[in-house]
């Protein structure tokens, strides 16, 4: 993100995150490498649809390091909206799972017809996004022991909202978007007040080139 918290310039504006040649990034390379590395620690990975509609990312490990199974790409699609076209479903080699509020019995077939393993949560809002401590439970049961969060903003938000965030690993670029239209790094109710903010503890800061990062927890496993 910028270093004012910005994950996107105004949508009008965002490219397509991983068809960029470069320019159009935030962080550089050297910072995005180590993202396939955080990736590559992970059983499994979870945008929302959003981002899928937006970036049309593919979500996988690149690192290029043997993995004891395939990374599981997690999608929290509330209405199937996610694109048939996109790379996630053109990839999918039973890897991907489609987590949703609402069965759109036309649509999950399309997608279960190409590979892509499609499943009803519980909703936690009005709006019927799915409930953050069900999707957890719900991987679990699948045996997946760590997850990474890649966003977007909603799903950001939400995450942090319901407590289930352990760690973070935020990367920050020199720049500053400073847009009231640009995408932050976290959307919705957020936290009432500084006392009841999350709270990151046991900060190490990293530095990629002209990028840095803060890794920290919000669960301290180092805590009594």
């Known amino acids: ?16 995150a991983e068809n960029s040649t470069g320019g159009d990034w935030i962080t550089g390379e050297a910072a995005r490498a180590h993202v396939q590395e955080l990736r590559h620690q992970n059983d499994a990975i979870l945008a929302g649809v959003g981002t899928l509609i937006a970036d049309d990312p593919m979500l996988t490990d690149r690192s290029s390091r043997p993995r004891r199974r395939p990374l599981l ?9 996610l694109p048939l076209e996109s790379r996630v479903v053109k990839t999918a080699q039973d890897d991907v799972l489609v987590l949703c509020s609402f ?9 279960l017809q190409l590979g892509i393993r499609v499943h009803q949560l519980p909703t936690a809002t009005s709006d019927g996004h799915p409930d953050m401590a069900a999707v957890i439970h719900f991987l679990g049961g699948m045996e997946i022991t760590s997850l990474m969060i890649e966003g977007g903003s909603m799903v950001n938000g939400a995450a942090l909202a319901s407590g289930i965030v352990d760690k973070v690993f935020l990367f920050y670029a020199p720049t500053i978007l400073g847009d009231t239209d640009s995408v932050p ?20 800061l990293h530095r990629f080139g002209e990028d840095f990062a803060v890794e920290g927890y919000l669960k301290d496993p180092y805590a009594d």
């Open 1 to 16: 993100m910028t270093l004012d918290g910005k994950i996107a310039p105004p949508p009008r504006q965002s490219p397509a």
């Open 103 to 111: 069965s759109e019995e036309k649509k999950k077939k399309q997608l």
């Open 73 to 81: 790409r997690v999608i929290l699609d509330s209405r199937l909206r």
């Open 185 to 204: 790094f976290a959307r919705g109710a957020g936290f009432a007040s500084i006392a009841d903010a999350a709270c990151v503890k046991s900060i190490r």
